[in-house]
DNA sequence: GAGGTGACTGCGA
DNA sequence: CTCGCAGCCACCT
């Protein structure tokens, strides 16, 4: 197939991308949440291949704030470092612990709830 | 163009 | 909370 890349056509990635810039600082969102707003629904996995654009999207994309269900950093890994992320997200306000968010339910932030 | 992969989720136990 | 199973779909080779 031709070599076209995620930046060629209009892609979900982008929409990916403008919700989780939308995150407020200090809040945490879930990939289910992303997926469900975005409508591809079921397709969590979808959110979370989209994020592993997310280091060559422009401006750059705030991976951190964007989690599992569990509040787990399940992708930690894919950032520069794997402390990075816990990092950032402490740096932010939120409180993190054994890669887990610390009062998850409240620092939540679903796009389904607050932008539509 | 078929097959493999994956930063997930929901449900049952 | 943990563990296991199945479904899901865009992207890459």
């Known amino acids: ?10 892609s979900f990635f982008e929409d990916v991308f403008a919700v989780v810039r939308l995150i407020p600082k200090g809040r945490v969102s879930t990939y289910g949440a992303i997926a469900k707003y975005l409508g591809t629904g079921k397709s969590s996995r979808m959110v979370g291949w989209a994020m ?4 060559a999207a422009i401006p750059h994309v705030p991976a951190q704030r964007v989690v599992n269900r569990n509040g787990l950093l ?18 932010e306000g939120v409180k993190i ?5 610390q009062n998850f339910e409240k620092v939540f932030w679903n796009p389904a709830d607050e932008l539509l």
């Open 1 to 10: 197939m031709k070599a076209k890349n995620s930046f060629d056509r209009h």
């Open 74 to 91: 399940t992708g930690k890994f894919h950032f520069t470092t794997p402390t990075l992320m816990q990092e950032l997200l402490e740096k």
């Open 52 to 55: 592993n654009a997310s280091h």
């Open 97 to 101: 612990e054994k890669d887990t968010v």
